[in-house]
């Protein structure tokens, strides 16, 4: 019996996979620079596990396993935002005007125009095709918007404490503005927030039938 192969899907840059996940040896750690004089850290940490003054979640990067369709890696999250590429390719999304490619869901609150910033990277001009057609929220309503100007505004992540000897959670998935430096001294961050400012409509119209992923 014989059939159609399904299509393959390209697994986007920043989707993180089964075999990246390693151990977190989480501990607050004497700071005298903190508010209350301890901060979050590893008990391994290096200079690397900071970025924007917050710790950051440990991913692998080999890219192995299956892919977390939903998950996304945070090192890879934060370089396409901090770089301006393509979260599909992980080339630059930036045009030959200087401006820079966005495709986040038409979606209140996931709109940077209406609330100020987003956690989706930017995606280029070549891969906004195949993120339309493959991507069900995408297909539902999109908008391109060419963004001059990018700025770091927060991170998404997670609130932690020391209780007892051990550490637990206090919040999970909150945005932290980068000026919430107490708030920071006790995050996991995950997720790098910027706003886009100076958009533009594109100049064309999105792309809305399938298209044959090479």
């Not at 993120?131 to 992540?157: D, F, K, N, Q, W």
Request: proline share 12%; aromatic share 6%.
């Amino acid at each position: 019996m014989t059939g159609v192969a399904p299509p393959r899907l390209r697994v986007p840059y920043i989707t993180a996979c089964s075999e990246e996940t390693v151990s977190l040896p989480l501990a607050f750690v004497p700071d005298p620079g903190a508010t209350d004089g301890m901060r979050l850290s590893y008990a391994d940490a290096i200079p690397e596990d900071f970025h924007f003054g917050v710790l950051w979640a440990r991913q692998g990067q080999q890219r192995g396993g299956r892919p977390e369709w939903k998950a996304v890696n945070c090192f890879r999250q934060r370089r396409c935002m901090t770089r301006l590429l393509c979260q599909v390719c992980a080339r630059s999304a930036t045009g030959p005007d200087g401006r820079v490619s966005w495709l986040p869901a038409d979606d209140p609150d996931n709109d940077p125009a209406r609330k100020g910033y987003t956690n989706a990277p930017p995606t280029c001009a070549d891969c906004i095709p195949e993120a339309v057609s493959t991507c069900p929220r995408l297909r539902r309503g999109a908008s391109v918007h060419m963004v001059g100007h990018t700025e770091p505004y927060g991170v998404l992540g997670n609130l932690l404490r020391p209780s007892h000897g051990t550490i637990i959670t206090t919040e999970s998935q909150s945005v932290i503005p980068l000026d919430a430096f107490h708030r920071l001294e006790y995050a996991l961050a995950v997720q790098l927030l910027v706003t886009l400012d100076d958009l533009e409509p594109a100049p064309r119209p999105l792309p809305r039938g399938p298209v044959k992923i090479p």
